[in-house]
């Protein structure tokens, strides 16, 4: 069965302001949907809500994964489900090794720590110390493996996360946890700002090889460049909230002739002939 | 083990004079105890009055609810005859050498023989006496004196035993030597510590604190660090929840010699601890790492010195400490560039991660600079787990309590990467685990 993520008229606020205004967006696995819209529009916004961030109200509408509302499960379950965000601006957090944090991650959503848990609840034993991990050796051999592929120095894996990253190493670093966790969904909030041509091949080469493996993607993006090598089935206007205008790669071809501006100017337009899916 | 039943004693002068007869003690010596036990009674109680008790209270604390431990155990002759839960400790470090006490007598000794020849003497501060009494009256009490305060003063009249380690000029001891404090329930503990490193050797040494239930430990360590040696010193205090525990710390640090020392407060009902750093002679390197995590209703005092004399000095402080449920933990500490210290680099450091709402650290960093050719830095931060650490981490697939470990784990590594022992890495990683909860 191909995984869907369905956003259903969703209404999120912050700190009583409310951001997303009826978002209605529908991700298919093996389906690139690029996301496009002026700053301060709400796409990240999107993202977070989608992964649960604590911090925002859903306060209308749902979020369904496989026809299943996912919005009181927990960041963690989400991510267990299949859901990966990209963040646009990832967190560096002190002392946390890259390598110590992924095997924990892939640990997890493979589900090692699951059965681990289950094996002690079924022999009534104490569990040996890092059997919820996946095994160091293979853990080590597939990290090395798509550090190689997705071309992220194996020096990373000893440095703390995000901990003095460039802009555009914390981006590739997004990638590669992704090429690890295998996602069915990714949100990839705009993965591809602040890389130079070299790196923006290698993180569209990663995002088309995931996507020809089967996982869906959302991806936010300013630019029409990151189009050029990775190839959207649909592309969505996002603007105030909301999604306005959903089409073909050619809506992005447009909108960088036209700007946001047009959108603005044609806005009850639009409202009048509700978005495609 | 032998199961003796021990008669037990009260803590008064009488018991001061039988402590020295017992051992049968020079005179110089007990004298010294009886000078330090008139000292201790001259000495006030602590009251919230001095600078150093403002925020950490005695309320509760009462000497005569404490005993002596009354007779010694056996000197045993292998590992094997040890308890079980003491071989384990000691086989998480590979070590050159053990000493392990009980209650002040020497239960366990070990020393690599190649060492030994080389003139190294690591051995319990009585046998020390009996074999090397020129030695221990030169260094004991030379840095910490009785009259320093209260609780020192009380520890001169009643240590029981301690740790002595002697290093001879240019020997290297590569491997760290083991130092096992065992306190019983309902004692009180006076452990002495006395570690010289002459000019150019080079030690490490892990001295670990277990025990004290409803008791208390009263230790003092005094550190001798000559031209050009180098000395590491790991303290884990690892007592009971229920123990009070006070501590009086101090090391001498010589011409280019490099010491570097790390305390690591999990136990205690309440610890008070003072550790000075004296930069006595030019071009020493002395740093200062703390760590501390105290839980429930723990209360963790350190309050340190920096104390530069001389010229061309560096120092570098790292405490860091993170709280739960409802604990305190008090930072003080103060680098003091003297007249005449030009060209000292001092640098204080104490950071807080305070992983509950009813948990509260206190940071009172401070500089006093006599010198105008200096560079010190000092700084305090006070913090929560940040949620957006939180959320990423759980985004990845982590669960929030995986997460916060993650976090609360990554905070201390900055400490935990200096010490140089895997061993005691591996030790302080666990207990850090331990008390962030694992699934
Ligand atoms: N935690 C928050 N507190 C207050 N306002 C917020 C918060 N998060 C987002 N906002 C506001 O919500 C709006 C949408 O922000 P969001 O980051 O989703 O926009 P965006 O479309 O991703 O913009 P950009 O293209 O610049 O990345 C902005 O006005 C922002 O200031
Ligand atoms: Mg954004």
């Known amino acids: 069965m191909t995984a869907t993520l369905e956003v259903k008229d969703l209404h999120a606020s912050v700190e009583g302001k409310e951001i997303l205004k009826g978002v209605n967006l529908t991700i298919r696995q093996g389906e690139v949907h690029a996301l496009m819209g002026p700053n301060g529009s709400g796409k990240s916004t999107l993202g977070y809500v989608i992964a649960g961030h604590p911090h925002y109200e859903v306060t209308g509408g749902d979020i369904l994964f496989n026809g299943e509302s996912i919005l009181d499960l927990a960041p963690d379950e989400r991510a267990k489900l299949g859901i990966f965000l990209a963040f646009q601006y990832p967190v560096a957090i ?88 295998e996602p069915k969904i990714a949100i990839l909030d705009e993965s591809d700002s602040g890389l130079d041509i070299d790196a923006l091949r290698v993180v569209s080469d990663g995002i088309n090889k995931l996507v020809a493996g089967g996982m869906g993607a959302l991806l936010i993006t300013h630019y029409q460049r990151i189009l050029d090598y990775v190839k959207p089935e649909k592309v969505s206007v996002f603007y105030d909230g909301r999604v306005v205008l959903t089409g073909g790669p050619e809506v992005a071809e447009m909108l960088e002739e036209k700007g946001y501006g047009w959108i603005e100017n044609h806005l009850a337009e639009l409202a009048a002939s509700p978005a495609q899916q | 083990m032998t199961t003796k039943t021990m008669t037990k004693d009260k803590i008064s002068v009488a018991a001061v004079r039988r402590l020295s007869k017992r051992y049968n ?144 000029r240019n020997v290297a001891i590569e491997k760290p030597l083991q130092v096992l404090i065992v306190q019983g329930e309902g004692l009180a503990g006076f452990h002495h510590s006395l570690l010289v490193g002459e000019e150019n050797s080079e030690a490490v040494v892990v001295e670990d604190f277990v025990g004290s239930r409803q008791g208390m430990s009263d230790s003092v360590a005094e550190v001798f660090v000559h031209q050009s040696a180098r000395m590491h010193y790991l303290r884990l205090q690892n007592l009971d929840k229920t123990a009070w525990n006070f501590a009086t710390q101090r090391a001498s640090v010589g011409r280019n010699a490099l010491y ?125 787990v940040p949620e957006e650490y939180i959320f990423y981490l759980m985004a990845r697939g982590l669960s929030r309590q995986t997460a916060k470990r993650m976090i609360v784990q990554g ?29």
């Not at chain 2, 190294?120 to 020390?128: K, P, Q, S, Y």
């Not at chain 2, 570097?260 to 407060?265: D, G």
């Not at chain 2, 001092?346 to 940071?363: E, F, G, M, P, V």
């Open chain 1, 94 to 181: 002190p002392g946390v090794s890259f390598a110590n944090f992924l095997r924990a991650a892939v640990s997890s959503v493979r589900g090692y720590k699951d059965r681990a848990k289950e094996e002690m609840a079924r022999t009534g034993q104490l569990r040996e110390v890092g059997s919820e991990l996946m095994p160091m050796r293979e853990f080590r051999q597939e990290l090395f493996e798509k550090m190689d592929r997705y071309n992220v120095d194996r020096a990373f894996a000893r440095r703390y996360l995000n901990d003095g990253f460039s802009g555009g190493e914390k981006k590739r670093g997004e990638v590669l946890q992704m090429a690890m966790l």
């Open chain 2, 25 to 168: 003690e020079p005179e110089w010596l007990r004298f010294a105890r009886l000078m330090a036990w008139e000292t201790f009674e001259s000495l006030p109680w602590p009251t919230y009055k001095e600078e150093t008790w403002r925020r950490t209270r005695l309320t509760g604390f009462k000497l005569e609810d404490y005993r002596l431990p009354a007779v010694d155990a056996a000197l045993l002759p292998s590992r094997g005859a040890l308890p079980e839960h003491l071989q384990q400790e000691l086989a998480q470090i590979d070590s050159a050498g053990v000493l392990i006490l009980q209650d002040g007598a020497l239960i366990y000794r070990e020393l690599d023989a190649a060492l030994a020849q080389k003139g190294v003497i690591f051995t319990d501060l009585r046998g020390a006496l009996a074999e090397n009494v020129e030695l221990v009256q030169v260094h004991l009490s030379a840095l910490v004196r009785a009259r320093e305060n209260k609780f020192a003063a009380l520890h001169y009249a009643l240590w029981q035993n301690g740790a002595f380690l002697y290093v001879p």
């Open chain 2, 260 to 384: 570097r020392q790390l305390q690591a407060s999990w136990g205690g009902k309440l610890s008070k601890v003072w550790i000075d750093l004296e930069m006595d002679e030019p071009g020493g390197h002395g740093e200062l790492l703390g760590l501390y995590f105290p839980r429930d209703r723990q209360h963790l005092d350190h309050h340190t010195n920096q104390n530069h004399k001389e010229p061309r000095c560096t120092s570098d402080l790292l405490f860091k400490g993170a709280l739960e449920d409802h604990a305190r933990s008090v930072y003080q500490g103060m680098i003091h560039v003297m007249h005449g210290a030009q060209r000292t680099d001092a640098y204080q450091k104490n950071d807080n991660l305070i992983l509950s709402d009813h948990a509260r650290a206190d940071s009172i960093p401070g500089l006093e600079i006599e010198a105008d050719d200096v560079r010190c830095t000092h700084g305090a931060t006070s913090a929560k």
């Open chain 2, 411 to 439: 905070f201390f590594e900055e400490v935990i990467n200096r010490v140089p022992v895997p061993g005691v890495r591996a030790k302080l990683e666990t207990e850090i685990a331990h008390r962030v909860g694992i699934e």
